[in-house]
């Protein structure tokens, strides 16, 4: 009973764990926990089920959600044993042992060859672990049995147990390692061992050791954003063709050939998330989820530039003319359909049915949001924590006047349309969101910025989004031939409704959006419905002011403040030299904490000064600095009196008395050293009272 309760409880943490299912606690107080574990359970369980549907017909699968829950419930099992081992059977020994190979078997299986001296001290550790554990017993069992021992015992056994595993430690360092290369290459080429590394690897593909850089985004890396062959205007470009095809019915939706989609915004651009791989035979119609308002499409394609694999479309592609493997995400979300051969491609024509979503404004606006299935909401309305929110508060403005998600993301794409579109644009730079940079600072681009930007401001408001990339569809020529060239390479967006699936939108400006159409085949010449109006849209942002580089901003600071400087510390060159001195001399009073009310005299303001002075002069570490300033005082204060109270007549033609270019040299002897003084009596904290 003991151990299914413990199994029991290894599953539940490892579920609880890894789907995420226990609700927030502010999900609690609000009564929507049940909701919220639903919601997480059913993702969880769309993982789980495409994996076992990879494995049982198959395929193969990236999807790791059944590797993790196995490793977890393996290592809550093995803790679990080693505790009951040591605590319930007594025997530390043999708990101790199982991890001992459970952890060789993560290290060689992991590639962690390089760190075996873990193994090493695992093994001196386990020594000394062993003996304490096994004294314990004894001295437990001697207890019970009102045996009398020495409490010496115990140093001398830990003693031991400390020589023989430091004994351990030495010798495993010293002696050659075992050579368990060719015994595991023996062991690996058993027939039996081959077919269940196989049939392993196939069924976690998706499997890697720990890199150290961000989970869950295999392949991609930081993204796919910008694709650096639409960065120019190169004629091959518009020379190169990459493939041709016809289509049937003529329907004016039919503008992308579809490759594949991107489900992850990492930030930086686009990546993969986990995907299944299955075998689809000829002619064997793909699992896709039912949708309502499609309309059916037959192509014939030549793919002509390279041996390539890929399979283009026009919307989601129901069967093949040749077996194909068909990559998912969950149990039944398309990703891309590739050619399992590996043949030269080039020049051989394919055939395929295929679906679009066709439905009309009004069947997408009365689409429910709440009907949306939980894994697509999951994975398509995840963004990066550091996303910007200035994105997010533009998308918010852009879409506040609507109420559907239809009409939001005719919003978005009217808005998107107004940036000018060219492929004379630069990259993002390091570190900066592509769709932030997009949208408030290059604000001009080519499709990948528009889908990426449209893509990523839906999620901010809830609705799925991701990114397709293909290309343009063209107008066939007059034996209905559509001939596809490499500068017709293209990227939209995807948005997902409730009940019809996966629609296109193109917010590139030189393109046409979306036009209002019904589910039903338009034959060859039929004229197209009438276009829907653009809703109406706030103008783009103003792009950021240009701004001085730091090195000019720099010389400008100082500029200013050498001119500061100049104008606050330049003398005046007249008469008023004289009480400008003066009224300086009596800042500096006041500064020394001197009295220097309006009331007082000239005199009486010299008075006090000149006895503050001759007190400071009396400290042996002041007298050299004061050293002329009372007589410089006295001058200045004289100064001012004749200037303030002499007859004029006795004042020499302004600009030229003698005074004042006397005056100005006085207050420049003696301001220093009051500065000085001040500062000196400030960081000493002393009177000199």
Known sequence: ????????????????????????????????????????????????????????????????????????????????????????????????????????????????????????????????LVAVLQYANLEFGWQQRSVDYSPEIRF??????????????????????????????????????????????????????????????????????????????????????????????DHPEATHWRAASYDV??????????????????????????????????????????NRAIRYTIGLPRRFDHPVRVHWRGLSDFSRAVDPDERDTAGLPYQAVSRLGTATPNELRASDPAQLPAPILDRYTNLPADLPQRVRDLAAEVASDYDSAYDQARALESFLRQYPYSLLVSGPPAGRDPVDYFLFDLQSGYCDYYATAMAVMARSLGIPARLATGYLAQAPGPDGVQTIYQINAHAWPELYFAGYGWIEFEPTSPFPARREATAVDYGFGEAPPTPEPPPVTPPIPEPPAERLSPGWALLLMVLLAAGWLWWHRRTPASPPAVPWAYHRLLRAAGALGI??????????????????????????????????????????????????????????????????????????????????????RRLTGEKYD
């Open 1 to 128: 009973l003991a151990w299914l309760l413990l199994l029991a409880y290894g599953m539940i943490f490892t579920l609880i764990y890894l789907g995420r299912l226990l609700p927030p606690p502010w999900l609690l107080i609000a009564g929507s926990g049940a909701g919220y574990f639903r919601y997480q359970w059913a993702v969880l369980f769309d993982r789980a089920a495409s994996w076992l549907v990879a494995v049982s017909s198959g395929g193969s699968s990236q999807e790791t959600i059944i590797f993790a829950a196995a490793l977890g419930l393996g290592a809550w099992l093995l803790a679990a044993y080693a505790a009951w081992s040591v605590y319930r059977q007594r025997r530390p020994l043999a708990g101790l042992v199982v991890l001992a190979l459970a952890l060789g078997l993560n290290g060689y299986f992991g590639g962690y060859e390089e760190h075996r001296w873990f193994a090493t001290v695992f093994a001196g550790l386990a020594a000394l």
């Open 156 to 249: 001398e056994l830990l003693a031991t147990a400390a020589g023989v595993g430091i004994i351990l430690l030495v010798t495993s360092f010293v002696l050659p390692a075992l050579n368990v290369r060719q015994i595991a290459r023996a062991f690996r080429e058993l027939a039996a061992v081959e077919q269940t590394e196989e049939t392993l690897g196939r069924a976690f593909e998706g499997v890697r050791p720990p890199q150290g850089g961000r989970p869950g985004f295999a392949p991609g890396g930081a993204g796919v954003l910008p694709r650096a062959f639409l960065l120019g205007d190169a004629p091959e470009l518009y020379e190169t063709v990459v493939m041709t095809a016809t289509v049937t019915p």
């Open 265 to 306: 915004y990492t930030g930086r651009g686009w990546a993969l998330s986990t995907e299944r791989e299955e075998p689809v035979a000829a002619g064997t119609f793909l699992a896709l989820p039912p949708a309502a308002a499609q309309t059916t499409f037959t192509q014939t394609v030549s793919w002509l530039f390279d």
């Open 595 to 680: 009295a220097t009310p309006a009331s007082q005299t000239p005199a009486e303001m010299e008075a006090a000064l000149q006895a503050r002075l001759a007190a400071w002069e009396a400290t042996p570490r002041l007298e050299r600095l004061l050293r002329g300033v009372r007589s410089a005082v006295a001058t200045l204060t004289a100064l001012f009196v004749r200037h303030q109270y002499a007859p004029p007549a006795t004042q020499a033609i302004p600009g030229t008395s003698r005074s004042a270019s006397e005056a100005r040299t006085l207050w420049r002897h003696v301001r220093h050293r009051l500065w000085l003084l001040r500062w000196l």
